[in-house]
């Protein structure tokens, strides 16, 4: 049998613990209907502990293989849930779904000082693709400030430096005038964890008035803080960062970093970098570095293409005036010697939340053990 007869069927295979539950049964629970959905309601809290962890953890595994799967009326569901991991996972299959019904229940749950801290910051970290919608003007006024305001007073007032980081993080996002001076502030403290969040948070903004704060952080000893600061010179497409990063891809031993700065460079575009990605996909054989130096090519084709429309709109008679009149002062780096020969060569976001590390600041998280290429070593 393929599928269960009725719904009812899936319910009772979920219920039963002296059964392994079907795999193919997963496949059922995409896309609820309103009735299914309000079957699965009335029985959720029924359904043993240990099944619905591993049961959410197989949905959240599956929709990440099969982006077509709709999962979202069991998050819904299971939003509620009384257990942390549970409540977590629900979150995470709802990342995506720019569902503005979602925002009370958010909010409520970041208000609700019984929850645990992990879902607390999960649901602040949740809450910043909302305020990007509200910059888009997708959300209505009143929401986006309703989720801004709530943020700033979790910034300001929760007992939990993990939850404050992410609501920072999030208010990386918004337009208000309260944040910049909140970045600034988080610099200045001069700690690894705030420093690591403010480098988030200013990639999120689209403001350049921070670029001295990012390239200031690209060889930060720290290797959290450095892997923001790189992510946050390729969501704003600093130029002045892109042949530092150049140079740096064939010293980097971290995997993660060394995704980051070929991201980051796919998003800054410029000379050079093309040549790089052919020079690195030329060395490699793993199946999976070449899959993503390919995305990374589409990336910078993509940015040379918009790169080239921006060229189309400027207007060229007034630059050309403006030179004559105050002269070019500004210092080309890109003259001197060639770094781009050698032969060997971002939803991540979501994952930010699972780590507490208030608790140990030198635990790395960002650790992958062993690898095959020894690179990575």
């Known amino acids: 049998m393929d599928s269960a007869d009725s719904f009812q069927d899936l319910i009772n295979a979920l219920m ?3 059964h392994q539950f079907p795999a193919r049964f997963l496949y059922q629970f995409s896309d609820l209907d309103s009735h299914e959905k309000e079957l699965l309601t009335s029985c959720w809290q029924n359904v043993p502990l240990t099944r619905r962890k591993t049961f959410m953890q197989d949905l959240v595994s599956l929709a990440e293989i099969d982006p077509i799967l709709m999962y979202e009326e069991v998050a819904k569901v299971a939003l509620d849930d009384s257990d942390a991991e549970v409540c977590i996972l629900a979150i995470d299959l709802l990342f995506d779904a720019e569902d503005r019904r979602l925002v009370p229940v958010y909010l409520r749950l970041l208000k609700d000082p019984a929850r645990e801290e992990s879902v607390r910051a999960a649901v602040a970290n949740a809450l910043g693709p909302y305020i990007y919608m509200g910059e888009l003007e997708k959300l209505s ?3 986006l400030r309703e989720i801004e305001d709530t943020l700033l007073a979790v910034y300001h007032g929760d007992p939990s430096l993990l939850v404050r980081r992410r609501a ?3 208010l990386g996002y918004s337009s208000r005038e309260e944040v910049p001076a909140l970045l600034r502030k988080a610099v200045a403290l001069g700690e690894d964890l705030w420093l690591e969040s403010a480098m988030f948070a200013m990639g999120r903004s689209a403001d350049e008035q921070w670029e ?3 390239l200031e952080n690209l060889d930060h000893e720290n290797l959290s803080v450095r892997i923001q600061a790189v992510h946050a010179a390729g969501e704003l497409a600093l130029q002045h960062a892109r042949k530092r990063l150049l140079r740096a891809i064939d010293s980097v031993n971290d995997e993660i970093l060394w995704r980051e700065i070929i991201w980051a460079l796919a998003q800054i575009g410029g000379e050079g970098i093309e040549r790089k990605l052919d020079a690195l ?13 390919e995305e990374a090519m589409e990336m910078l084709k993509f940015t040379e293409g918009q790169a080239d429309l921006d060229l189309l709109s400027v207007p060229w008679d007034r630059l050309e005036e403006r030179d004559r009149d105050e002269g070019d002062d500004f210092e080309d780096d890109d003259d001197d010697e060639d770094y781009f020969s050698g032969e060997r060569f971002d939803d991540e976001e979501w994952l930010r939340y699972v780590d507490d590390d208030d608790e140990d600041e030198d635990n790395d998280k960002y650790s992958f053990g062993e690898f095959d290429d020894d690179r990575f070593s």
């Open 16 to 18: 039963d613990l002296e």
């Open 141 to 143: 006024p009143q929401t």
């Open 212 to 214: 001295a704060n990012v």
């Open 281 to 293: 996909m030329a060395f490699t054989e793993d199946e999976d570095e070449i899959a993503f130096l």
């Open 168 to 170: 920072l993080e999030s």
